[in-house]
C-alpha cells in the first residue's frame, strides 16, 4: 500500500487536470489514474450500482490485480452478495470487506432499534463513512462511479476532484456518461448485474432503505425514501 504523503491540489490545478481528461474514455481516465498513483490507488465497487460494476469490468481489463473495496453494511440485499460472487467468479478478484465497528446488535443497543428509521444519517455514519474512511487509509487516490446524471447534487463531477472528507484524490470516470451509456457498456461486455435493477430498483442500498421506484419516479426516488436524504455521506 502506497504511504505517499500528497498535498490537496489547488483548484487551478485540478481544473487543468479536468481539461485535459474531459475528452477522454473512461478507459483513458483509469489509465491516467493507474499510472499516476500506481499503488495507491483502490475501486470501490458496491455490488450494487451498474456504474461500478462497469468500472470494474474496465479497470480489471486494464490492471487484473487492482485493489477493490466495498462496504458490508450488514444490510445488503441477497442479491448483492450474489452479484458479488459472480464477479469474483468471473473476474478472479478479490474484494475487501469494510464493516462497520458495530454489530447490528450492538448498534441497536448503543443507538436504539432500527436507527435507520430515527436517523438515518447516524447510520450511514456507522455502517458507511466510518469504514470508508478505514478503506482508504494510506491510499492517494480512489475510484468512485460518480456520475452527473444521477442526482442534484452530483451535476458538477468532475473526473477529478479533490475529497476533502477523506483527505485525497477520487477519480470519477463516468461523470460524462449517461445511464443509457453505462447500460450500453454492460450489455457489451457481458458485465455482471445485480439483478434487482431489473425488478424496479436502479439505484440499490441497504434492505431497509431501498424500495422500488415507480414509474415515472427519480432513479434515486427509491433510497431513503420519504426522508428528505439523498446521499449516504461519502460523497456529499
Not at 96 to 104: C, E, G, H, L, N
Not at 110 to 116: A, I, M, P, T, V
Not at 212 to 234: H, M, N, P, Q
Amino acid at each position: 500500500m502506497a504511504t505517499e504523503q500528497i498535498v490537496e491540489p489547488t483548484q487551478e490545478e485540478l481544473d487543468a487536470l479536468n481539461a485535459e481528461l474531459s475528452s477522454r474514455t473512461p478507459q483513458e481516465i483509469l489509465r491516467w489514474a493507474m499510472d499516476r498513483f500506481g499503488d495507491g490507488l483502490i475501486l470501490a465497487c458496491s455490488f450494487g450500482g451498474i456504474s461500478g460494476m462497469a468500472l470494474l469490468d474496465m479497470a480489471v481489463k486494464l490492471k487484473p490485480d487492482i485493489d477493490i473495496f466495498y462496504l458490508d453494511t450488514d444490510f445488503l440485499f441477497p442479491e448483492t452478495y450474489r452479484t458479488r460472487d459472480r464477479a469474483v467468479e468471473k473476474y478472479g478478484i478479490r474484494p475487501v470487506a469494510f464493516k462497520s465497528r458495530y454489530t447490528p446488535e450492538e448498534q441497536a443497543q448503543e443507538f436504539g432499534d432500527e436507527l435507520w428509521r430515527s436517523n438515518p444519517d447516524q447510520c450511514c455514519a456507522l455502517r458507511k463513512v466510518e469504514p470508508n474512511r478505514r478503506a482508504l487509509e494510506g491510499r492517494t487516490a480512489w475510484i468512485a462511479g460518480l456520475r452527473r446524471d444521477q442526482a442534484s447534487t452530483r451535476r458538477d463531477v468532475q473526473p477529478v476532484s479533490w475529497d476533502r472528507k477523506f483527505g485525497l484524490y477520487k477519480i470519477s470516470p463516468l461523470a460524462y456518461w449517461t445511464e443509457k451509456d453505462v447500460w450500453r457498456y454492460i450489455f457489451a461486455n457481458d458485465v455482471p448485474y445485480n439483478p434487482l435493477h431489473d425488478q424496479g430498483y436502479p439505484s440499490l442500498g441497504c434492505t431497509y432503505c431501498t424500495r422500488r421506484v415507480a414509474e415515472g419516479e427519480d432513479s434515486r426516488a427509491g433510497r431513503w425514501s420519504g426522508t428528505g436524504k439523498i446521499e449516504c455521506g461519502l460523497h456529499k
